[in-house]
């Protein structure tokens, strides 16, 4: 089953990515600008703190943005190469170069020695990067949001689907690779041996609980996802608790004027998890204002659950200490 939204529309976080990419090239935002905060950018754009995130995530990767710690984020400029400069760093290496070989070191040895300090003070300065691997966006939205109040982590979202086509997507240097239980075993053969892969569990939230409880009998009720993989997840959390019978109805975002017939023809909808993350403008718009208010809207809630969250963030807080030992020999 595909998680994807039609290709006709994009979800909003790679709306903002594609506008501020669009920027940068035409020169709107120059090099070594500093770009606003992630919650200013949330707050100017009306979006989650999760979305900007993944948007940063996304232009760093592009090497179209750089993070300094305790300075911000910048567009990332290339510095010219002067000519002292240079040559006052390569006598700085000389001169290393020649204190190791009276020390009885090779040149191979010299130049291990030389790759690995260079490779810590690399790990030192980024943050931990976590591949949050799932079938739908919407368990990649929740893990992912779940993760972003641990400001040593980084995370990236990447579908199960992309593995599958593409296993060297998680050769690109992350950390940790976490992922629901269901994915595990599938996931083992294609995680490289040195990376840990980390089980996510995520629970309802009780007001989601409380608000499915509460629907009247004999309410039709609809239920709107960003992907059909989704579907499954709240058939399984919400139906009993509705009681719904026959079966509720579902249908997957991604036409404007499907989605506005299926609101119109229900009483009450449900609607999946960070929903404003992953589908189009037009389709965020009909779930706000006069045209949804006479209807019972149960926006869903989902997050990891404790034991997840705690057993990943010490993980995490061990790596980023790890990486940073070598600063205090």
Known sequence: MSDSLDDETKPLYLQIADAIRSEIKEGTLIPGEQLPSMRRMAEERSV????????????????????KRGQGTFVKKNEPDLLGRKDKALRFIDQTIESLLDLGFSTREAEIFFDL??????????????????????????????????????????SMSEVENQPERLLAGFDFIVAPQSLLGALRDRVPEHIPLM?????????????????????????????????????QECAGLTGRTPPMDFLKFGDPEKTR??????DVIIVSPDYGELIDNREIAL??????????VIRTAFSLDQGSLYYIGRAIERRYHELREFLLD
């Open 48 to 67: 989650s703190l999760g979305t900007i995130r993944h948007v940063y995530a996304l232009l760093e990767q592009d090497r179209l943005i750089e993070s």
């Open 117 to 158: 300090r260079l490779r810590q003070r690399e790990d030192a300065a980024r943050p931990i990067r976590v591949a949050i691997v799932a079938s739908t966006p919407e368990e990649r939205s929740v893990i992912s949001n779940s993760l972003e109040n641990i400001g040593a982590a980084r995370a990236y979202r990447i």
């Open 199 to 235: 089980p996510a569990a995520m629970n309802i939230s009780r007001k989601t609980v409380n608000d499915c409880r509460l629907v009247p009998d004999g309410a039709s009720v609809g239920v709107l996802t960003a992907s059909y993989g989704f579907q499954d997840i709240i058939r």
């Open 261 to 266: 017939a299926f609101i119109m023809a229900h």
């Open 287 to 296: 779930l706000r204002g006069p045209f949804i208010e006479e209807k019972r």
